[in-house]
């Protein structure tokens, strides 16, 4: 089992930057994938990122490609993700959340999960 603490977020300008990290205890954390998902005011909890759990593959959401990176340090259990070019439409709840070894792309899938940061964008 792990236990995951999310940290990073909070208000930004449009266009700004913030880095979300995702802290996870256990000794195991190299064996999960790890997923960021956000989740806006009345509308469903969404993938942003998502990345293996050795770091190697990474995939994102298009509304996001090309503006946000996710990585691991798997010396530090901790994921992040950095945010760049921030829109309004960023504005959410982000979550980490990780699943056993698979690369899962709907939350459905991912067992474990933290408790969220706010990420509000303004414009």
């Known amino acids: 089992q792990v236990q995951l603490v999310e940290s990073g977020g909070g208000l930004v300008q449009a266009g700004g930057s913030l880095r979300l990290s995702c802290a996870a205890s256990?000794?195991?954390?190299?064996?999960?994938?790890m997923g960021w998902f956000r989740q806006a005011p009345g509308k469903e909890r969404e993938l942003v990122a998502r990345i293996s759990w050795s770091g190697g593959i990474t995939d994102y959401a298009d509304s996001v490609k090309g503006r946000f990176t996710i990585s691991r340090d798997n010396a530090k259990n901790t994921v992040y993700l950095q945010m760049n070019s921030l829109e309004p439409e960023d504005t959410a709840v982000y979550y980490c959340?990780?699943?056993?070894?698979?690369?899962?792309?709907?939350?459905?899938?991912?067992?474990?999960w933290g408790q969220g940061t706010q990420v509000t964008v303004s414009s």
């Open positions: 959340a990780a699943a056993l070894g698979a690369y899962y792309s709907t939350a459905i899938d991912y067992p474990y």
């Open positions: 256990g000794r195991t954390f190299s064996s999960y994938a």
